[in-house]
């Protein structure tokens, strides 16, 4: 395996793992006014309610908690460490694409940040709130702080697989026009709809019963609203106002797997086999990222006229991804234990074994 194919393996994994972790933190934040309310009881160390917990409000229990975000708790911070580590395997191995990507999606990278720093902030900040009125705006952030995320990468994946606008002098560059078309669009609905059903299915597999039950319902919807909108952005492609790949029988395997997962997590949580359901929303999570790269090979960043950056357009010297092996030596690995160590701790459903995080 040549250097330029292991780095870009890692870029796939970072961003896939990126989406599986982050995705259901977003899910959670999405669906917090609908899963919030925990189980009866007030939680050991916790003391009287105040600020935002003071009483019973949209998403939040009798004690303040809020069952959804208590199961993203230990984790939620954390999980952004995986995009942290995508940017820099990006801009060090492939600077080319890193200055393509970054200056022609600018509006949508701006709005992904943006919220990211609306969420964290409104989720760590949400408790200290006094009144029920501050209290529903830092809940209505955490809303927002977790659909647009959402909704900006999927139409990221949208346009990454129709192609980007290229411009006469070679730059990429993308409109109103682009990002409200219609296939655009469709992808970031479904991609909105998967991560909030793969946040249920992750508060399933973490509540207790009574959550537990309502995130399986609520899950098994949004998954199968989400594989009608995969259809939909399917049925554009068939037309031509869809994706445009380069590999249409890879892209049809990974597209039916895609949909296989879909199908797996409803069916699993309608039967209460929360790990098992969660299992299939990840793979259904990380399978867009693997569809945009093997689908579009050689292409890193295709533009919609035909033709785009290939891997060896994006690629760094050869020097420089020897000199880079160090970060994917040390520092992956220390991601993977931590990930693993942070699972592994905070194991088991949340409840009234601990205090509330928040």
């Given at each position: ?14 961003l ?27 939680r ?54 890193e200055?393509?990507l ?74 109103a ?9 469709t ?11 793969h946040?249920?299915?992750f ?30 952005a ?125």
């Amino acid at each position: 395996m040549s250097l330029e194919t292991l780095w870009l393996a890692l870029l796939g994994l970072l961003l896939a793992g990126y989406f599986v972790l982050g995705g259901y933190d977003y899910g959670a934040q999405m669906l917090s006014p609908f899963l919030g309310s925990a189980d009866a009881g007030p939680r050991p160390g916790a003391g009287p309610a105040t600020g935002a917990g003071a009483g019973p409000g949209i998403g939040t229990g009798p004690d303040g908690r809020n069952a959804a975000l208590d199961a993203i708790a230990p984790f939620f911070l954390g999980n952004e460490v995986w995009l942290v580590a995508f940017a820099g395997v990006m801009f060090g191995a492939f600077p080319h694409l890193e200055g393509s990507l970054l200056s022609g999606l600018y509006p949508l990278i701006v709005a992904i940040l943006a919220g990211l720093v609306l969420g964290n902030a409104a989720i760590q900040l949400r408790g200290r709130s006094r009144g029920a009125r501050a209290a529903k705006v830092w809940n209505a952030l955490v809303v927002l702080g977790g659909a647009l995320p959402a909704v900006c990468w999927g139409i990221v994946v949208g346009l990454l697989l129709h192609g980007v606008p290229r411009r006469a002098d070679g730059s990429f560059h993308v409109g109103a026009g682009d990002v409200f078309g219609p296939f655009a669009l469709t992808c970031g609905v479904a991609t909105t709809l998967l991560f909030a059903g793969h946040g249920a299915a992750f508060v399933a597999l973490r509540s207790e019963p009574g959550t537990a039950t309502a995130a399986r319902r609520l899950g098994a919807t949004l998954l199968a609203a989400a594989g009608a909108a995969g259809a939909l952005a399917l049925l554009l492609s068939v037309f031509g106002a869809g994706a445009s790949m380069t590999r249409t029988g890879t892209s049809v395997v990974l597209f039916a797997l895609v949909v296989a997962a879909l199908a797996a997590g409803w069916w699993f949580l309608g039967r209460g086999r929360d790990t098992l359901a969660f299992t299939a929303t990840c793979l259904a999570t990380a399978l867009p990222v693997l569809l945009i790269g093997a689908g579009q090979y050689p292409y890193l960043l295709s533009a919609s006229a035909g033709g785009g950056i290939t891997v060896d357009d994006a690629v760094a010297d050869g020097a420089t991804l020897k000199v880079l092996i160090g970060f994917g030596v040390v520092v992956v690995p220390l991601i993977l234990l931590y990930q693993g160590w942070s699972w592994w701790a905070f194991r088991g459903r949340t409840g009234r074994r601990h205090p509330s995080y928040f």
